[in-house]
């Protein structure tokens, strides 16, 4: 049985990894198997990457090669984790996916994007999500909420969390340009309001394309008790 792939995205302080927890949490309270996972990361090659791909040290590297270290860490979490979840018949929720990389390296660095989707397709294995959400955020907005954080939190921010506004202007259209010609996949949702609302609305959406695709967990509920 497959499972359901759902991806969120957007930019820095738009609320990606808030609400990818939220929805777990409420898939997992509504009877469904839930795994979230996040990317870069979410095994140790990835996490071990994704420490390189943030580091303000390596303020020199070149976009081409964080297209690479990003395939990287997604060809470990696919092979490792998505697929075989996928399989299981679990909700498998990715914060950001491949999409992420042909917006910030693509549109945001100059990456050639033929370029970014050729070693998408190949890291990937074919694995598209069924839903993805992109949460619109104002760029201003989105860096102010980041660094005000940042403040607060006493942590110093990551190496794209230090970029200028005009590269998240473009990565803002980008994204918007890719939902734009995906529109059966895509549900744009602005991030600028409460969260709870916004959590509200992600997962009756979400729902929607978990209805099609998996068993009521209800009715698996029965027939487990039925055969015990």
């Known amino acids: 049985m497959d499972g359901v792939f759902i991806t969120l995205e957007g930019l820095e302080g738009a609320g990606k990894s808030t609400q990818a927890k939220i929805l777990a949490d409420n898939l997992t309270e509504a009877g469904y198997p839930v795994t979230l996972v996040r990317e870069p990361g979410g095994t140790a090659v990835g996490e071990a990457i994704r420490g390189i791909l943030a580091d303000p040290q390596y303020d020199d590297m070149s976009p081409l090669t964080e297209v690479f270290l990003f395939a990287a860490s997604r060809t470990q979490l696919v092979e490792q984790v998505i697929r075989p979840k996928l399989g299981e018949g679990t909700i498998v929720i990715c914060d950001r996916y491949f999409d992420a990389t042909l917006a910030y390296q693509g549109y945001?660095?100059?990456v050639h994007p033929t370029q970014?989707?050729?070693?998408g397709d190949i890291c990937s294995?074919?694995?598209?999500?069924?839903v993805t959400f992109l949460l619109d955020i104002e760029p201003a907005r989105g860096l102010n909420r980041v660094r005000t954080r940042s403040v607060e939190t006493l942590t110093k921010l990551d190496r794209f969390e230090t970029l200028d506004l005009g590269f998240f202007e473009k990565v803002r259209?980008?994204?918007l340009e890719i939902a734009q010609e995906e529109p059966f996949r895509f549900r744009v949702v602005d991030a600028t309001g409460e969260k709870d609302p916004l959590a509200q609305r992600i997962f009756e959406l979400s729902m929607d394309v978990v209805k099609k695709k998996l068993p009521d967990p209800g009715r698996l509920s029965l027939g487990r008790r039925g055969l015990e």
């Open 173 to 175: 259209e980008g994204y």
């Open 125 to 130: 294995w074919g694995v598209r999500p069924d």
């Open 108 to 110: 945001g660095r100059g």
């Open 116 to 119: 970014i989707r050729e070693i």
